[in-house]
Nanobody, 119 residues
Framework: QVQLVESGGGSVQAGGSLRLSCAAS????????MAWFRQQPGKEREFVAAIRRNGLTSYRDSMRGRATISRDDAKNIVSLQMNSLEPEDTAVYYC?????????????WGQGTQVTVSS
């Protein structure tokens, strides 16, 4: 079983950048499909980006071109680099993992990290 801990959240102005990190422990991140989700106040959690075990990546449409998900196997970390941030990106960002690339749900979740983008 893997444990996930996010870091790197904070407050930035619109147009700024943040790099979120998800440190995996207990198992290798490369054993799982990993993803980032976010939850805005009063809204349901939504998908942001994912990286499969084979390294294939995917993004929500509004983040494509502004976000990059990557995995550092040596450090056992999955990162989300976000650029050109907008106030609409303000949310709690969560790291998640699942054993099967094609499973509908993610089994493991971190505690979340707050991202606040001011205009």
């Amino acid at each position: 079983q893997v444990q996930l801990v996010e870091s790197g959240g904070g407050s930035v102005q619109a147009g700024g950048s943040l790099r979120l990190s998800c440190a995996a422990s207990g198992r290798m991140a490369s054993d799982y499909a990993m993803a980032w989700f976010r939850q805005q106040p009063g809204k349901e959690r939504e998908f942001v980006a994912a990286i499969r075990r084979n390294g294939l990546t995917s993004y929500r449409d509004s983040m494509r071109g502004r976000a990059t998900i990557s995995r550092d196997d040596a450090k056992n970390i999955v990162s989300l680099q976000m650029n050109s941030l907008e106030p609409e990106d303000t949310a709690v960002y969560y790291c998640a993992a699942k054993d099967n690339d094609y499973a509908p749900k993610f089994d493991y979740w971190g505690q979340g990290t707050q991202v606040t983008v001011s205009s």
